[in-house]
């Protein structure tokens, strides 16, 4: 629907300010349970309207879930946009054997993009699962603080660079850089790799702190662009399934192997829960360099990748209009 709304010079940053959501909501989450603990410290039970006695950390979940009821209404005065583009003719939908002829076609391209995306993603579920633990482990901060500090950290530098990274590919864009999107998310790869370092190993726990700001930043940038740049390459009636299955291959590689590896490293290779900054440092430098070497490879796929759309959407308008000329003729043929 976003990339239906805006035209092509406006989709990066467009997809990027959907995108910081996610930065808002996991800040803010971090960010309140760490008030709720400081609240539970002082005060055993809470009574609401209605509800009557609840625990502190159960108000954690209303906190969180009223706003999204309120703002529930607004979802009613969204319209659906007109489809840019050509759409698929056949009345049974997109044949799915059709995508995969496309994403074969492209491979390289998706393999890249797709692979590289995962490895940023990897570390940043690493990072967002473990840093609050590691500023407690390591430098003896108290959950309720680093709950806070870093939700602080995640709310106001998550979301400036996902916007960031959007408005930042579609300048290079306007500037003749048909490789924006994918050369934003290797830019922000590159540039992450000595601040997520920084974070884990330096000793003073507030100069650690201050380099989680470009961390985050830099985490953040190109989660936007990366959507974007899936629907740059993708025909208009293929999209659904390509966004699908690039969430899919992210959400299985970060998601499900980069929490686990921290834990897993610290448990067998340092061998001590103190040392799981060591653990974190790995995991991340190791991820973000794999994502860098994929993404940097992925850039002149990506420009061939726009060639072959080009020329595949020629093919398919040419179709269409045979289809609306003598659509019986098309279907007894």
Not at 82 to 111: C, D, I
Not at 221 to 231: E, H, K, L, S, Y
Request: with cysteine; glycine share 8%.
């Amino acid at each position: 629907m976003i990339v239906d709304y805006f035209p092509p010079k406006r989709r990066a940053t467009a997809i990027s300010v959907y995108s910081m959501g996610t930065y808002m909501g996991t800040g803010l989450a971090s960010l309140l349970g760490g008030v709720v603990i400081k609240l539970a410290s002082h005060q055993e039970m809470w009574s609401l309207p209605v509800l009557g006695d609840v625990r502190p950390w159960q108000t954690i979940f209303f906190a969180v879930g009223l706003p999204g009821l309120l703002l529930v209404p607004i979802l009613f005065t969204i319209a659906e946009p007109m489809r840019r583009g050509v759409k698929h003719t056949a009345s049974s939908g997109l044949p799915f054997r059709e995508v995969l002829a496309y994403v074969k076609q492209n491979r390289w391209t998706f393999l890249c993009h797709n692979f590289g995306i995962s490895f940023v993603s990897l570390a940043a579920y690493s990072s967002a699962s473990w840093l609050p633990t590691m500023f407690q482990r390591v430098h003896n901060w108290s959950a309720a603080d680093s709950g806070i500090r870093y939700g602080i950290a995640v709310v106001i530098f998550g979301t400036l660079g996902s916007v960031s990274g959007g408005r930042f590919a579609d300048y290079l864009r306007e500037r003749g850089y048909r490789d924006a999107s994918m050369r934003v998310m290797w830019l922000a790869a590159m540039c992450n790799l000595p601040f997520s370092l920084s974070v884990a190993i330096i000793p003073d726990p507030w100069m650690a702190y201050c380099f989680l700001f470009p961390s985050m930043f830099f985490t953040s940038a190109p989660f936007g662009v990366a959507a974007a740049a899936i629907t740059e390459i993708t025909p208009n009636w293929m999209r659904g399934q390509a966004l699908a299955s690039y969430i899919f291959v992210n959400s299985l590689v970060g998601l499900g192997l980069g929490p686990t590896a921290v834990a897993v490293v610290t448990d067998y290779v340092f061998h001590n829960d103190i040392r799981v900054n060591y653990s974190l440092a790995l995991v991340t430098t190791c991820a973000l360099a794999m994502a860098a070497i994929l993404l940097r490879l992925g850039l002149p796929q990506f420009v061939e990748s726009l060639g072959r759309l080009r020329d595949y959407s020629g093919q398919a308008a040419e179709i269409g209009m045979e289809i609306a000329a003598d659509p019986q003729k098309v279907a007894e043929g």
